[in-house]
């Protein structure tokens, strides 16, 4: 019996006994549909002998992938050329051969790739954790004052929509907005957005030189959250022949608000996990930097492995690799942390390395950090855990009485590297 992972590994070990075969082919597509079963799709100018070829080695490989296959007479497709037969899915080459790609058919949208260019203008930067409860949101709102106070405009979007709290943590009540980002999302699919932008966002009250511009999951009443949520990832069919995905339009309305508001920077505070939002956050948005945060444990890696192999295996990695913080959450603050500290980075170090070019002895350049290196992405920047913001009942209450002492003994490692980040020294 043949599990999913094992599908493409057998393609690649069947293929290989038909190299001869696979010289006189301009392309071949392995197709992997919905269920995780696979076709081929070759060109429809293939014919007489060469069919009866392609047939054999199909027949060989659905037999050796069962029940991931077909009976031969509907396992093969053919097709015009590559690019109709991807039906706009993203293709990548199978490891260790020149013209066989594979598609692979997700029910999600969002395959974690491509990743989009780098925003112009204003950095976007993205709060991301495999894991929840990691103090994110506390710690995207601690980097909103700090900045606020350094007279920085600051936009922040909550865009934790399955889960959202930021808000609260940045307005009290009553400085809540009307509405949302789910309510735009919502209102776009009739052409209804525009008339809500001015009323998506809030001002923070807390004292600073710059300002904090707030744009919420929902607005001051959440309504009929569960149906509105239920409806952002639909994409806008206008033109039937052009849909337009979900995070296109969230791209849309982030720009709209960056052209209204003129944010020095933008803070996004993403869904945990290998989740959709979170795709549409870290990949999606053209993020300048995104900020991963990491607590010790087998989870944390286990997941951010996954993620990275992934982005290794479609060959976007260099694409994104230049983007990836790491940032140490909840951090102990006592003798525990010299140790804790030293295995996360350890662990840390072993993930970023997988992103590295190899260079030999004495070469230098490339994309490559010494483990040791005090600005690389995999040296986490360590948020101390801190009596003061843990279990808070209002974090608007907590941030009323910080000062800038306080927040830099937690936060301060980030802190600077947001504000290197600003001051164009990452750019
Ligand atoms: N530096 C800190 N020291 C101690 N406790 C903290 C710190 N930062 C956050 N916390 C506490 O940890 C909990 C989780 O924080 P937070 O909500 O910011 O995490 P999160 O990663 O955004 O979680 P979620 O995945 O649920 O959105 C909260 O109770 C918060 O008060
Ligand atoms: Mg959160």
Not at 150 to 175: H, I, M, W
Request: aromatic share 8%.
């Amino acid at each position: 019996m043949t599990t999913f992972d094992q599908i493409l590994p057998t393609v690649a070990r069947v293929l290989r006994t038909s190299s001869g075969l696979l010289a006189d082919l301009d392309w071949l597509l392995i197709n992997r549909d919905l269920n995780g079963r696979v076709r081929f799709i070759v060109s429809e100018r293939i014919e007489g002998e060469q069919r009866v070829r392609v047939e054999n080695l199909y027949r060989t490989l659905a037999e050796d992938i069962e029940p991931h296959g077909y009976p031969v007479e509907c396992g093969i497709l053919y097709e015009q050329d590559i690019d109709q037969a991807c039906q706009g899915t993203i293709r990548f080459a199978l490891e260790d051969f020149d013209r066989v790609w594979v598609v692979d058919r997700l029910a999600s949208e969002s395959q974690w790739v491509p990743i989009k260019n780098v925003a112009e203008d204003v950095p976007r930067i993205v709060f991301f954790s495999i894991k929840g409860g990691v103090g994110r949101s506390t710690a995207l709102a601690a980097s909103a004052w700090h900045l606020a106070r350094l007279g920085k405009k600051v936009l922040v979007l909550d865009l934790d929509l399955e889960s959202p709290g930021l808000s609260s943590a940045l307005l009290p009540d009553e400085r809540q907005p009307k509405y949302g980002i789910t309510d735009w999302l919502v209102e776009d699919l009739v052409d209804n957005g525009e008339g809500l932008i001015d009323s998506l966002f809030a001002m923070s009250d807390l004292p600073t030189d710059g300002s904090i511009h707030i744009v919420p999951s929902h607005g001051q009443d959440p309504g009929e959250y569960v149906s509105k949520l239920g409806r952002v990832w639909m994409p806008k069919l206008k033109n039937p022949l052009q849909p337009e995905a979900w995070s296109s339009r969230l791209n849309r309305l982030i720009g709209a608000l960056e052209a209204r508001l003129h944010p020095e920077i933008v803070l996004i505070d993403s869904r945990a996990g290998i989740d959709e939002v979170a795709a549409a956050c870290v990949t999606d948005l053209g993020a300048h930097t995104i900020m991963l945060f990491a607590i010790q444990g087998q989870q944390t890696w286990t997941g951010y492995r996954s993620l990275f192999a992934h982005w290794q295996s479609r060959g976007v990695i260099t694409k994104i690799r230049e983007r990836l913080q790491l940032v140490a959450g909840l951090v102990p603050d006592d003798e525990r942390r010299a140790d804790y500290l030293a295995r996360l980075r350890k662990d840390a170090y072993d993930l970023f390395e997988t992103t590295y070019d190899e260079t030999g002895p004495g070469e230098t350049g490339g994309w490559n950090y010494e483990p040791d290196d005090e600005y690389a992405p995999h040296m986490p920047l360590p948020i101390r855990w801190n009596r003061g913001w843990y279990g808070l009942m209002s974090l608007h209450g907590r941030m009323t009485q910080v000062d800038d002492d306080e927040v830099r003994l937690v936060y301060g490692p980030l802190l600077e590297f947001l504000e290197r980040t600003l001051s164009g020294e990452f750019s």
